[in-house]
């Protein structure tokens, strides 16, 4: 076998890069006025978000979770009834339904840390199901199948604005703070752990990493993340049922926007919500929406089989093409 | 006391027709190590081959079912050059999720080509019922079910006599030992999923008359079909027709016992609860939990 | 430092070690032998703790470890290595290492330093970037070993991890043993290679079918007519 060294893209480059899609980001208002692409747009931060939650237990730790929509759903769900029942506003009604699903995934974890491959899949689906079958029937919480309404009231201290760019700024907010943690926990040791379990759990644990402890942080830290991106999706989308939340097809969405992009990187996930959901969108306003899932459907089967590792690793490739076209250049410049 | 003998009979009936969907999904385990998420598709992609060949040539259901069932095992093969044999060994995610996104094309290839319209097959036998010892059977579901028993039968005598069967239950055991004695593991993994997915285009044939049709027909099953083969081991074929049975005896009971929505969730609790505490099934030997090994 | 006392494990219709009972001393060079299917390996995952044994326990430094998992025995000091080596695959080399270090507190930058410095000790220094799964096997053997040294062992499991190599490389691996022993670390060795093991081992135990055949030092052993029947066609040499 060939030795191959791996040549990372400099931090230095990456946190650049990084940096210029910011503020591009940020500048975006001055440059676009139709309201079908800010809403776009905010569909895809929204996207980036939830599949960057799902990438910290999915990615890094390996636990392919189909169950993902459940954590997304608490989170739509607390905001909104403590908005609706008690008037609290989704501004701590988010911090709730964050701290809830966190507990909810460390269960998660707790009873799933010893599964492994298509055993934790099933498990993680069969939770999320029963998380949808009690969304759909227990009534009168949830009003089930009917959904909830998100009246207009009061504005900006309930996370409710009249400026479809505001959404803009809040789901770029939640962008930034999901990929921050994201980051923050690749670099860390339990990011070392995770992709050390991911990768040989009987060789982890045999140099002291303990298994159950960085599955459920991680297991945590995802579900609380997708409760969030939940909160913001419901202020934004103002009505919530159980389909537009906690609906098997929705897992398998999450799933297939991180694959899609790169699993196990922090970039890839938001890359994959950058080609999956404006692909989406076009083909459904152009063909329908049968057509764009059958797009999705073959698009996940040419990714996991053709380039398992996504799209970002054929931007890494194309970097560093370039990186080496460049060098040689300076070399035959010299 | 009629009631529960009504609830059995009606169990087993619907069990039966889901064991033979059951068992090629276990099978495909077993011997594949690959859980086919797009199986139910197959019984989607069998109902539709009854509804058109109803709608357009007035064949009966009964009849198609040896028609539709060998193109669905030609179908069948070329899934596994395409697909699934170049998932085979590849990390998790590959293997998980080239069935999911299969089942996500067909299904929603079906949707486009055919729509979203709810179709349905009638025969000689719609509608009818039977009584016997006081128990009331549809006569669409009984037939269904003899001739679904009739498949069965075919692919136990498949497995068990054959020297194709034989070959795919040594690699089922073990691939590398297999291999060494010289059957050719590659066929043995496009001959199982093939006649696996074919006995689901025939399962969908046989439904065809008393279930609606529709695109997305494969997955309000799908889920049922996993809780089954989970309870009863995966990779155990005898395993998958025992919880289909029980299955089918609980959901016709469930109805009764606390309406459909409650019986839904206390199953999936139980199917998450046997995952976690006896993840090789209810019948399964253990170490089938031991993936990849 | 080590006491192994009545292990016996039991696999489906089959005993894997058979009432074994031994100990090993601080400072020490234990050379664990037998043939194949002996249940050498077995014993070191019941050590490690990756199985649990049917009956019997394990003491380490006087702790009885019954309760503990692999992970809080490494933190104790107990590494070891994997004779079907199990390298982070997709991981670079150095990271492989880093995750020892990081579990015994260390800051990032600390692991590290100190996985750079276990790597140019095992000479896989030129190798850190490298994507484990890429390195041939004889240098992921030495991965395993420079990741459980990282976490700082008192006592290192190593199983067979000279096979395959030449005997300039067996030369310099015994050497690298005596002279971390010589630092202090205590080893439990399996070694099918016994030229090898005669040379450094203080002592030796010969395990045959589950049971402990006996123990003693290498010139015991190598004589011992036991021992020669069970190795019956193999020449133990002890030069
Ligand atoms: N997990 C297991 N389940 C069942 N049997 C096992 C298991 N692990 C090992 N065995 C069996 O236990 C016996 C002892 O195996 P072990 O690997 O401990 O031998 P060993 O002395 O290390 O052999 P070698 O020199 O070939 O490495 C063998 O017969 C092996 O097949
Ligand atoms: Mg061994």
Redesign the interface.
Known sequence: MKIVDSTPISPAAARITAAAVLVLLLLLPLFIRNIYWIDLGVTVLIWASLATAWNISGGFA?G?SLGHAAFFGVGAYTSTLLFLRLGITPWIGIFVGAVLAGLLGALLGV??FR?????F???T???G??IH??N??WRGLTRGAAGLLLPFRGGPQNMLFLNLWAYWYLALGLLVLTVGISAAIERSRLGYYLVALREDEDAARSLGVRVVRSKVVAAATSAALAACVGSVYAAFIQYIDPDSTTQ?ELS?QI??VA?VGG?GTTFGPVLGAAIVIPLGEILRARV???????V??????VI??AA?NGAIAGVRLLVLRFRRLIQSRGATDA | MQLVLQIIANGLLIGGLYALLAVGLTLI?GVLRV?NFAHAEFMMLGMYGAYWLWALYGLDPYLSVFLVTPVIFLLGVAVDRL?VR??IG?????????T??????????A??LWRADIRSVSTFATGSVFVVGGVRLSVAMTVSFAVALLFALALWIFLTRTMYGKGIQAVAQNRRAAALMGIDVKRAYMITYSVAVAAAGAMGVLVAPIFTIF?RVG?TQI?TI??IV?LGG?GSVPGAVIAALLVGIIRSGAGFLFGT??G??AY??V??LV??VR?QGLFGR?GA????G | MLDVQNVTVDF?GLRAVDHASFTVEQGQIVGLIGPNGAGKTTLFNVVSGMIRPTSGSVLFEGKDLSRLGPADRNRLGIGRTFQVVKPFGGMTVLDNVVVGALTRGQSRSDARETARATLDRLRLGRFENTVARSLPLALRKRLEVARALATGPKLLLLDEIMGGLNPTEVNETLALIQELNSEGLTFLVIEHNMSAIMRIAEKVLVLNQGALLTEGPPAVITRDPQVISVYLGEPIEST
């Open positions: 390996g392919l009873i799933t599964l492994k491959g298509p055993f899949v099933l498990a689906l069969a939770f199901i029963v079958i009690i759909v029937n098997f398998v799933a297939l694959i699993m329908g929406g049968g057509a764009a899932l059958v999705y459907g073959l698009l996940l089967m996991v089989l398992p | 385990f859980v697909i170049r998932s590849k990390p998790d995610v590959t293997v998980v999720f080239a999911l996104g299969l089942s996500i094309f067909l299904q929603n290839a949707l486009t695109p997955q889920v996993f809780v989970v995966l929505a409650w839904e969730l999936f609790a199917f998450l995952l976690i993840p253990r939990e031991v993936y990849g | 489906v």
